[in-house]
Nanobody, 122 residues
Framework: QVQLVESGGGLVQAGGSLRLSCAAS????????MGWFRQAPGKEREFVAA????????LYADSVKGRFTISRDTAKNTVSLQLNSLKPADTAVYYC???????????????WGQGTQVTVSS
């Protein structure tokens, strides 16, 4: 089992920044690729970003490319998502997830956090 706890969400104005963190505990953190997904009210959960187990490769959704940055700190068992140039369309609950591969599909992830709310006002 892997336990994931997100933090760092909040209310920010359009154009602002936030940094989300996900703390992992349980099994060896370096054995898992990590992903961030988000879900807005009335919409399906969608892929945001992912990072390989080694941290050497990343994936981004087109909608966030160039604005968001995913990173991981193996020593601290954390994965972070830096959100810059935020837009109202980024408003959603953001979830971190752990799985064997860095995938854009939520089905590839075995463990999920409880989510953290990000609200971007116009």
């Amino acid at each position: 089992q892997v336990q994931l706890v997100e933090s760092g969400g909040g209310l920010v104005q359009a154009g602002g920044s936030l940094r989300l963190s996900c703390a992992a505990s349980g099994r060896t953190f370096s054995n898992y690729a990590m992903g961030w997904f988000r879900q807005a009210p009335g919409k399906e959960r969608e892929f945001v970003a992912a990072i390989r187990r080694s941290g050497g490769g990343t994936l981004y959704a087109d909608s966030v490319k160039g604005r968001f940055t995913i990173s991981r700190d193996t020593a601290k068992n954390t994965v972070s998502l830096q959100l810059n140039s935020l837009k109202p369309a980024d408003t959603a609950v953001y979830y971190c997830a752990a799985g064997p591969y860095d995938s854009i599909s939520s089905r590839e992830y075995n463990y999920w956090g409880q989510g953290t709310q990000v609200t971007v006002s116009s």
